[in-house]
C-alpha cells in the first residue's frame, strides 16, 4: 500500500514535470559548447558553473562559454569528473598520466611519478581542498607537485576489495563478495567493525568519501552510508526513496553544505537522516542523465545528445500549458475560465488541477468567447464563424453572403456585444449590425481600424486606431475629452466601475476615463497593453513588459509589481491576463502559465568580479597596490558578472568610474576599461551590475620631483624670485619716472621763468623810451600819465609774474593797462578794443601768464608801427567746443611779410613764444595751438590775425 501511494505521487510529479518541460533554457553547441555529450555538471566557489564534455571542460557565467582544451593545458579533452573546491580550484579527472587543477583561468597540470602509468580516477575523493584520485587499487595525493600513489599492502585477503579511508580512526575499508560484508580497519589492520552487504553493495557500486566522517556506496537499486565516526552503515532504496526501481549513472556529491544524489530520473539531496528529500523528476522527453541544484536552487541537467538544460527555482511552482502555442485569449464566461489558443480552439480551466481541457476543436484563428446575458446565449468567434452555444444546444453560424452587400462582408468578426436591444459584432473594418436570430447582417457601419467595443453606461464605446468613437443611431460619433487631445490608437477598453473605463494603447500605456476627462495611469507609459483583467482595486496589465499590477490606494491606481520572464513567465510579450485563485494566468505567443501571485521574485545575479586588474602590467592585488609613476603608463581592468538570470533580462552594461579622476558613472557595453597616462595619486575603481558591485584601490606613487613638498617649494620659490625681481623692476622704473619728472618740471619752470625775465625788460625798454620822448617834447602832463600808468602796469607785471596761470580777468586787465600806455605813446595813430564773449566766466577760466602780451606787442611795435596811416589792434576772447578758449588778436598793420623785408633776423618776442608754447604743452597741464594768418592778402598793407585755442588739462 505504502509503494501504491508513493507510485501516485511520483506519477504526479511526473505528469507535473512534464508540464513545464517547455520552460527549460537549452544549451548546446550552438550556444558555444564544443559538445552536446556532458557528463556532468558543477559549480565552483565563485558561481561559475562547469560542464564536463567528452571535447573539454567549459565555464559559464551566465552569458559567455569559455571552453579548455589541450591547448589550454588539459592532457586530454574527454574530462568526465571534476571536484570543485572551496578555495576556488576546479580538480579535473579524467585517464591519464596527468592531472591537476583550473585556477583564475589557468590550467595547471601534474604527472604521475611513474611517468608512464596512467591514472584511472573512478573512485577519487574529495576532502576541503584536498582531491585524492583513486582507482581500484590505487589512490594518489599530490607532493611537491607530483602525484604519488599509496597501495594496501596486504597478506592472505586477496579476496578482499580494499580502499583507503581519511579518518583519524577509520584507514582502510574491505569488501568481501564471497560473504557479502564490509570490514573496518584500524591503520594496523585490526578490524573495528564487520557489517553485511547483501544485496546493497556490489562490483557495480561506485564509492567515495564525501568528507571526513561519512563514506558512501550507490548502485542501480540503493546507495549506502558509512558513518566513520560512529562505524554505523544505512542503506537506503530507490524504490522506498522515489518510487524508482532501477536508477542509470548514480552519483553522489557533496555541494556546498548539502549532498546531492543524482542519476538518469531525478536530483535530490539528503536531510539528516540520509532520506532523499525535494526530488526533482525529469521529463523523460529531455533524456537526461545528471541532474544537478546549484546554489540559487537552478536546476541544471546534464545529456549526452542535447548540451545542457536549465530550469531555474522559481518556475518550478508554476504550471505551464499549450507549449509554444498562441494564446489569443482569456475570457471568464458565467466562472468559467476559457482559453483562445490558435489553430487548437478553445479549452475550458480546471482549477483544482490547473488543467486546461479540450472544449471546442478548431484549427483557426480563435479570437474568444462572451456570453450575452439578453439571449442566454455564449459565443465563440473565431475567423470563420461562430460558435453559439445555450439551453444545450451547440452551433455553427456563418454570415449570411446573400445578406445586404458590402466590401467587408467577408471580414471576420472579433466580439459581439448587445446593445439597445441588437446585437453588434465588431471587426478590422467597422460595426456589423446582426440579426440575432439568423445572424444576417443588418447594417454595415464601416469604421476602419476598429479594435475594440464595450457597452458602459447606455453608450457602445469603440476602441480604434484613432482613439475612442461611440456608436449613437447607427453613426459613428467621434469622443472627445476636456483638456485633452486623444487620437492614440487603442487596442482594447475595460470597464473599471459604474463611472471609469480602463483605455489600453498601443505603445502609449493605460489611461484611466469617465469619458470628459482622461489621465495616464502611472508608471505604463510606452508599453503595449493587450489586454487587461480588473478586480474590485486591482488592475492587472498585459503587456510588451509583462504583466503590471496596479493596486487602488487613496482613490489612486499605484504600481506594486511587474511580472516578467524572471518571475517565470513563458515570454515578456503578454496577449491576455486573468486571475483566478491567487494564481496569476498569462497567455503568451510561447505558451500559457499559471504564476502564484505571491510567488518571492529571486534575482538570478550571484556576483560581479574584477577578474584583471594591471599597471604598466603589474598586477594590482591587496598585496600589491602601490606602483612608481611612468610616463605613458596604462592601467587596465577586466571584469564580468555571474548572472543565470532570463537573457531578455540580464543588464548586459556596466557602470564604471575612477575616482577621483571621474565621478559620475560610465555605462559600458564591454567587459574592459584601459586608462592611460595617470598622474600620481590614490585611485579606487569601481564596476557595478545591476545590484552589485566591487571596487580595487591602487597607488602611483610620484617621483621625487613630482612630490608635494618639491613642487610647493619651487612654487614658492618661484613666487618670491618673480615678486623680487618685479618690486626691483617696480623701484628701478618709478625712480627713473619720478627722477625724470622732476627734471623736466624743474627744467620748464626755469625756462619759464628765463622766457619771462627776457621779455619784462624788453617791455620795460619801450616804455622809458616813450616816456623820455614825452618828456624831451617838455609835455610834462603827460609824461606824468605815462609815468602813473607804467608804474601801476610795472606793479601788475611783477606780482603777475611770480605765477604760473592766471585768470582770464587778470589777463585782460593787464593787457587793457598794457594797451592803455601804448595808447599813449602813440596818441590818435593806434585804436584798440577787447571784446569777451558773455559766456566766459573770466574769474574762473585759467589762462598761461604773459603768454598774449608779446603777440600784441609785436602787433603795435611791428605792424601799427610801420604803417603810415593809423592802425587798429582788435582782441576777441570767445568760448571754444570741450572747454577750450579762443583768442583772437588782430591788427590792420604792414604785415609780416614787409615787417621781415625792413629787418633783418627774426622777430625775438615771436621766439619766445614758440619756445613758451613747446615747454607749457610738455607740461602736460596744458594744450595749447596758435596759428597766424594775413587779415587783408590782396593789400599792401596786409594786416595780421593771430588765434590762441588754450586747453587746461
Known amino acids: 500500500m505504502k509503494h501504491n501511494k508513493l507510485h501516485i505521487t511520483i506519477y504526479l510529479l511526473l505528469i507535473w514535470s512534464f508540464s513545464f518541460a517547455q520552460q527549460y533554457t537549452n544549451y548546446a553547441t550552438k550556444d558555444g559548447l564544443p559538445s552536446n555529450h556532458v557528463y556532468t555538471i558543477m559549480q565552483d566557489a565563485k558561481g561559475f558553473m562547469w560542464f564536463l564534455t567528452d571535447k573539454g571542460m567549459v565555464r559559464y557565467n551566465g552569458k559567455t562559454f569559455k571552453t579548455f582544451t589541450t591547448k589550454q593545458g588539459l592532457p586530454n579533452n574527454d574530462v568526465w569528473d571534476a571536484f570543485p573546491t572551496p578555495d576556488g580550484k576546479i580538480w579535473y579527472l579524467s585517464k591519464s598520466t596527468h592531472l591537476?587543477?583550473?585556477?583564475?583561468?589557468?590550467?595547471?597540470?601534474?604527472?604521475?611519478?611513474?611517468?608512464?602509468?596512467?591514472?584511472?580516477?573512478?573512485?577519487?575523493?574529495?576532502?576541503?581542498?584536498?582531491?585524492?584520485?583513486?582507482?581500484?587499487?590505487?589512490?594518489?595525493?599530490?607532493?611537491?607537485?607530483?602525484?604519488?600513489?599509496?597501495?594496501?599492502?596486504?597478506?592472505?585477503?586477496?579476496?578482499?576489495?580494499?580502499?583507503?579511508?581519511?579518518?583519524?580512526?577509520?584507514?582502510?575499508?574491505?569488501?568481501?563478495?564471497?560473504?557479502?560484508?564490509?570490514?573496518?580497519?584500524?591503520?594496523?589492520?585490526?578490524?573495528?567493525?564487520?557489517?553485511?552487504?547483501?544485496?546493497?553493495?556490489?562490483?557495480?557500486?561506485?564509492?567515495?568519501?564525501?568528507?571526513?566522517?561519512?563514506?558512501?556506496?550507490?548502485?542501480?537499486?540503493?546507495?549506502?552510508?558509512?558513518?566513520?565516526?560512529?562505524?554505523?552503515?544505512?542503506?537506503?532504496?530507490?524504490?522506498?526513496?522515489?518510487?524508482?526501481?532501477?536508477?542509470?549513472?548514480?552519483?553522489?556529491?557533496?555541494?556546498?553544505?548539502?549532498?546531492?544524489?543524482?542519476?538518469?530520473?531525478?536530483?535530490?539531496?539528503?536531510?539528516?537522516?540520509?532520506?532523499?528529500?525535494?526530488?526533482?523528476?525529469?521529463?523523460?522527453?529531455?533524456?537526461?542523465?545528471?541532474?544537478f541544484i546549484d546554489q540559487q536552487n537552478t536546476i541544471w541537467l546534464a545529456t549526452f545528445t542535447n548540451g545542457v538544460y536549465k530550469l531555474p527555482y522559481i518556475k518550478k511552482n508554476i504550471v505551464y500549458r499549450f507549449n509554444n502555442e498562441k494564446v489569443q485569449n482569456l475570457n471568464l464566461i458565467n466562472n468559467d475560465l476559457f482559453a483562445s489558443v490558435y489553430n487548437k480552439g478553445f479549452f475550458k480551466y480546471n482549477p483544482i488541477d490547473k488543467t486546461f481541457d479540450p472544449y471546442i476543436a478548431s484549427d483557426d484563428y480563435n479570437f474568444g468567447g462572451v456570453y450575452i446575458d439578453s439571449l442566454k446565449r455564449t459565443y465563440f468567434l473565431k475567423n470563420s464563424g461562430i460558435i453559439s452555444e445555450g439551453e444545450g444546444k451547440r452551433e455553427d453560424i456563418n454570415f449570411n453572403k446573400k445578406a445586404k452587400s458590402s466590401r467587408h462582408i467577408n471580414s471576420f468578426v472579433k466580439k459581439l456585444a448587445f446593445f439597445k436591444s441588437n446585437l453588434y459584432g465588431i471587426y478590422s473594418f467597422g460595426i456589423f449590425k446582426l440579426d440575432a436570430k439568423t445572424f444576417n447582417i443588418e447594417k454595415d457601419i464601416i469604421l476602419k481600424g476598429s479594435n475594440d467595443f464595450l457597452v458602459f453606461n447606455s453608450r457602445l464605446i469603440i476602441a480604434t486606431n484613432n482613439g475612442l468613437k461611440e456608436l449613437e443611431n447607427d453613426a459613428i460619433k467621434k469622443i472627445d475629452f476636456k483638456e485633452a487631445v486623444f487620437n492614440t490608437s487603442v487596442l482594447s477598453i475595460k470597464a473599471i466601475s459604474e463611472t471609469e473605463i480602463l483605455i489600453n494603447t498601443d505603445g502609449f500605456g493605460s489611461y484611466i476615463s469617465d469619458l470628459n476627462t482622461i489621465k495616464p495611469l502611472e508608471n505604463s507609459e510606452f508599453l503595449i497593453v493587450q489586454d487587461a483583467f480588473i478586480q474590485e482595486n486591482a488592475i492587472w496589465l498585459a503587456t510588451n513588459s509583462g504583466v503590471l499590477h496596479y493596486t487602488k490606494i487613496n482613490d489612486t491606481y499605484k504600481l506594486i509589481r511587474t511580472y516578467n520572464s524572471n518571475d517565470g513567465l513563458p515570454n515578456n510579450n503578454v496577449n491576455t491576463v486573468n486571475v483566478i485563485n491567487e494564481n496569476l494566468i498569462v497567455g503568451t505567443n510561447n505558451g500559457l502559465a499559471i504564476v502564484p501571485i505571491n510567488q518571492t521574485r529571486k534575482d538570478l545575479l550571484i556576483d560581479l568580479f574584477i577578474t584583471e586588474a594591471t599597471y604598466n602590467k603589474q598586477p594590482i592585488s591587496e598585496n600589491n597596490v602601490s606602483f612608481n609613476y611612468a610616463t605613458n603608463n596604462a592601467v587596465n581592468f577586466k571584469f564580468e558578472s555571474i548572472d543565470y538570470s532570463e537573457d531578455q533580462l540580464k543588464n548586459g552594461d556596466y557602470l564604471y568610474k575612477l575616482e577621483p579622476l571621474q565621478t559620475n558613472w560610465i555605462n559600458t557595453p564591454i567587459n574592459s576599461v584601459n586608462y592611460n597616462n595617470l598622474q600620481p595619486g590614490d585611485y579606487v575603481f569601481q564596476v557595478y551590475n545591476k545590484s552589485i558591485s566591487k571596487k580595487i584601490n591602487f597607488k602611483i606613487k610620484a617621483l621625487w620631483w613630482q612630490t608635494f613638498w618639491f613642487k610647493t617649494c619651487i612654487v614658492l620659490l618661484g613666487i618670491f624670485l618673480v615678486a623680487l625681481i618685479s618690486m626691483f623692476i617696480v623701484k628701478q622704473s618709478q625712480f627713473k619716472k619720478n627722477q625724470k619728472i622732476f627734471e623736466d618740471k624743474r627744467l620748464i619752470e626755469l625756462q619759464l621763468k628765463a622766457l619771462r625775465s627776457q621779455m619784462n625788460p624788453h617791455f620795460v625798454f619801450n616804455s622809458l623810451a616813450a616816456i623820455q620822448y614825452y618828456i624831451n617834447e617838455n609835455d610834462f602832463e603827460a609824461s606824468e600819465m605815462y609815468l602813473v600808468k607804467f608804474s601801476k602796469l610795472i606793479r601788475q607785471f611783477f606780482e603777475l609774474s611770480k605765477e604760473n596761470e592766471i585768470s582770464l580777468a587778470a589777463e585782460i586787465d593787464l593787457l587793457q593797462s598794457y594797451l592803455e600806455i601804448e595808447k599813449l605813446r602813440f596818441r590818435e595813430k593806434l585804436n584798440f578794443k577787447i571784446n569777451v564773449d558773455d559766456d566766459l566766466y573770466t574769474e574762473s577760466t585759467k589762462v598761461p601768464t604773459m603768454i598774449l602780451q608779446p603777440i600784441i606787442e609785436n602787433a603795435i611795435n611791428h605792424g601799427i608801427f610801420n604803417k603810415e596811416n593809423n592802425g587798429e589792434v582788435i582782441v576777441n576772447f570767445k568760448k571754444g567746443q570741450n572747454q577750450t578758449l579762443i583768442v583772437e588778436i588782430i591788427d590792420d598793420g604792414v604785415g609780416f611779410v614787409n615787417t621781415n623785408k625792413s629787418q633783418n633776423g627774426k622777430i625775438k618776442s615771436s621766439n619766445v613764444l614758440k619756445d613758451r608754447l613747446h615747454f607749457l604743452n610738455n607740461s602736460k597741464k596744458w594744450n595749447i595751438s596758435y596759428a597766424e594768418e594775413e587779415v587783408f592778402p590782396d593789400h599792401f598793407e596786409k594786416g595780421n590775425k593771430s588765434t590762441f585755442i588754450i586747453q587746461k588739462l
Open 100 to 291: 591537476g587543477y583550473i585556477e583564475n583561468d589557468s590550467v595547471l597540470s601534474f604527472p604521475n611519478e611513474k611517468e608512464e602509468e596512467t591514472i584511472n580516477p573512478i573512485y577519487s575523493i574529495q576532502l576541503n581542498n584536498e582531491v585524492y584520485p583513486a582507482g581500484p587499487k590505487k589512490i594518489y595525493a599530490l607532493k611537491d607537485k607530483v602525484w604519488r600513489s599509496f597501495e594496501v599492502q596486504t597478506e592472505n585477503k586477496i579476496r578482499e576489495d580494499y580502499t583507503t579511508v581519511f579518518n583519524d580512526k577509520v584507514a582502510y575499508l574491505g569488501i568481501m563478495f564471497n560473504d557479502e560484508s564490509l570490514n573496518v580497519y584500524d591503520k594496523n589492520f585490526n578490524i573495528l567493525a564487520k557489517r553485511p552487504t547483501k544485496g546493497i553493495i556490489n562490483n557495480n557500486s561506485t564509492r567515495g568519501q564525501i568528507s571526513d566522517s561519512l563514506y558512501f556506496w550507490v548502485s542501480e537499486k540503493s546507495y549506502s552510508i558509512l558513518n566513520l565516526k560512529t562505524l554505523a552503515l544505512e542503506s537506503f532504496k530507490f524504490i522506498d526513496e522515489v518510487g524508482i526501481e532501477t536508477l542509470k549513472y548514480p552519483r553522489i556529491n557533496l555541494v556546498g553544505n548539502s549532498i546531492q544524489i543524482s542519476g538518469d530520473r531525478f536530483v535530490g539531496t539528503f536531510n539528516t537522516d540520509f532520506h532523499i528529500v525535494n526530488p526533482f523528476f525529469f521529463p523523460p522527453e529531455l533524456n537526461a542523465h545528471f541532474g
